[in-house]
């Protein structure tokens, strides 16, 4: 059986990801790291649907902590699908953002990013067999106002997919990021009004969680065994 860690799993694009990965053939590890209880929540819906889940909880930003919890999950196993999602916005235009807004964004986004993936890259390595999938956002592609730091941390994200990438690629293992536009529900989602999505939006509507969840789900799979170090957007057309 793989196992599939998702981060941020709890949250609307995290949860429905590991709702998609439900199979038999896949444990999933939900994390979260400030809402224990939704990844609780989220875990037994999964195991509701005839699979198998259990809950991970620990700050990505903590580096200490990271490992060592990784540690003690790599006992049971290599953990073959990373699906990084956690993030956080704090927006700002540049000229009025504090230190520790940027820090702040960049640490969860990008530096979590190293936090989580680097511990497990050997013993994913070690079956040469695996998947890792960074969740990435239009701002990384296209840059957004008042999101230098999240239009910088995703963007950072892409250059260490398409490294990561070439570094795995005689393994079995493939990296790749998914580039979100607006999706309902979530936190970029919560910000635009209908009419503005129906403006900027050529589909003229948000995608849902689902819909990336399932191309993360394809990501993940045995089909898509020779397509890495690409930046894959889900946008209705925006770009």
Sequence with gaps: MKRALIT?????IGSAICRRLCSPDTHV???ANSNPER???VAQTVRDNGGSAETLIFDICDTKTTLQRL??????GPVQILVHNAGIHDDAPLAGMQASQWKRVIDVSLNGFYNVTQ???LPMMATRWGRIIAISSIAGVMGNRGQSNYAA????????TKSLAIELASRGVTANAVAPGIIAGSLSGSTFEEATIRQIVPMKRAGSPDEVASLVAFLASEEAAYISGQIISINGAMA
């Design 39 to 41: 990844a609780e929540s």
């Design 71 to 76: 540690l003690d999950i790599l006992q049971q």
């Design 8 to 12: 941020g799993g709890s949250g609307d």
């Design 29 to 31: 590890i939900v994390h």
């Design 153 to 160: 941390a995703k963007a950072g994200l892409h250059g260490a």
């Design 119 to 121: 511990p497990l890259l």
